[in-house]
């Protein structure tokens, strides 16, 4: 029998509960083991639901307890769920986690931890929800070397951009109607200011490119400035805005940015709409590759902390190896990293803009006759901002484009 203890009877322990229970035998059968849900840490009461019979208050109860072989890690935030991870580990059990936050900030010391205790710190529910990314990066794709991770990490700002398009609402009923749904917090500042997204290609790249990427390194822009105008400008085109987190090698550089993003049709996140999350990969060998699913939720994302403690019930006393060390990652400058840009203008003429950019692709809207938009040139984005500066005074909004 392995005994777990989850931290957190929340949204996501209560669903890592409902899951072990739900899926009981054919868990035990892929573990090789019985997975026993020993203790379930909150400081509140659940009158009524059967978790009262595991319940605890005090963490030293499951820290101090030799026969609790997991702990799982569902409260979120730094602390005190740091702390108590970092505990476990020294104890010698297992850990795993969902908490992105954790894992971008401490991941590489508790990793380390891990392996001197050969034992296993697993976060697969961490970035994308169910979607198996990690595992992929961690394992199946261990003979290409990655040069490109792009994805739409974030649910929250897939979703209100989806509607922004399919039901022409601005950004603030978009907002409204997310938190309604459940789909964003009363404090949606995480999402929709991209700081989500950027902790989750922090801890992809990490793993990718096998260094430890700072997400405090990484150039993040929200979707706060998106408006049903540009949305618009972005259909004439045949295109679509979403949230996208990248990071990518050029020779030996890298780069990594979360930013609103107008991609083509031909772009296989075009289609990824809703709270849906989706992750492209190139590598040198296996060339593109698309990881797609719930990136958020209940139970899609206990689904993957579940994976986790059957990978670590089955790996008790043994570390599994992972692509990340401490060895910090540097990134290149940004305005070296080369581009297309869109930009909508008003009160300039096209020979003043095209004095400025040279030749440009023009787009324009009857609905909006006193603007018009267009495309550049590819360009580093140093050159662009440095050209920017000269009709900043009819700038009207600026969206980079993926190629």
């Given at each position: ?19 072990i ?30 978790v ?18 997991i ?8 602390e005190p ?15 795993a ?40 990066l ?8 990655i ?8 649910g929250?700002?897939n ?44 801890i ?10 700072n ?10 400035r ?8 972005a ?57 797609y ?26 570390n ?21 840009f ?5 009160g ?22 006193d603007e ?9 984005q140093g ?21």
């Open positions: 029998m392995v005994n777990i203890a989850v931290l957190g009877y929340g949204t996501v322990g209560s669903g890592v509960v409902e899951v229970n739900t899926n009981h035998e054919s868990i035990n059968k892929r573990a090789n083991e019985e997975i026993n849900i020993k203790y379930v840490l909150d400081l509140r009461e659940f009158p009524g639901d059967p009262e019979k595991v319940l605890v208050h005090d963490y030293d109860v499951i820290v101090n307890d030799p026969e609790v072989d702990v799982v890690e569902v409260m979120g935030g730094i769920a740091y702390t108590f991870v970092k505990r476990a580990l020294l104890a010698g059990k297992s850990v986690t969902s908490n992105k936050a954790l894992v971008a900030k401490h991941g590489p010391e508790l990793m380390e931890i891990a392996k001197e205790k050969d034992i296993n710190f697993l976060f697969e529910a961490s970035c994308g929800g169910g979607i198996p990314i990690i595992r992929a961690n394992s199946s794709l261990t003979a290409d070397e040069d490109e991770l792009t994805g739409i990490l974030n929250t700002t979703y209100m951009l989806y509607r922004m398009s399919t039901a022409g609402c601005n950004f603030e009923d978009a907002l409204k109607e997310a938190q309604a749904k459940g789909y964003a917090e009363k404090d949606p500042t995480a999402d929709i200011e991209g700081y989500d997204a950027c902790r989750k290609i922090a992809l790249s990490s793993l990718a490119y096998g260094k430890f990427l997400y405090e390194d990484i150039y993040t822009e929200g979707i706060t998106i408006t049903p105008e540009d949305i618009n400008y259909k004439e085109m045949g295109m679509t805005i979403k949230l996208l987190a990248t990071s990518r090698k050029i020779g030996d550089n890298f780069y990594a940015m979360v930013a609103p993003f107008l991609i083509g049709q031909e772009s296989p996140l075009y289609s990824v709409n809703g709270v849906f999350n989706s992750v492209f990969v190139h590598g040198n060998v296996l060339g593109d590759a698309m990881f699913g719930s990136g958020a939720g209940k139970l899609p994302t206990a689904s993957a902390v579940v994976a986790d403690v059957v990978d670590e019930a089955k790996h008790l006393h043994r599994i190896m992972t692509n990340w060390t401490s060895r910090p990652l540097t990134l290149m400058q940004l305005d070296e990293v080369e581009g297309r869109f930009v909508r203008v008003k300039t003429t096209l020979q003043q803009v095209e004095n400025v950019f040279g030749e440009v692709q023009v787009i324009s809207l009857k609905e909006y006759p018009y938009a267009f495309v550049t040139s590819n360009m580093k050159i662009f901002k440095e050209k920017a500066l000269e009709i900043e005074p009819f700038m009207v909004s600026m969206i980079r484009i993926k190629d």
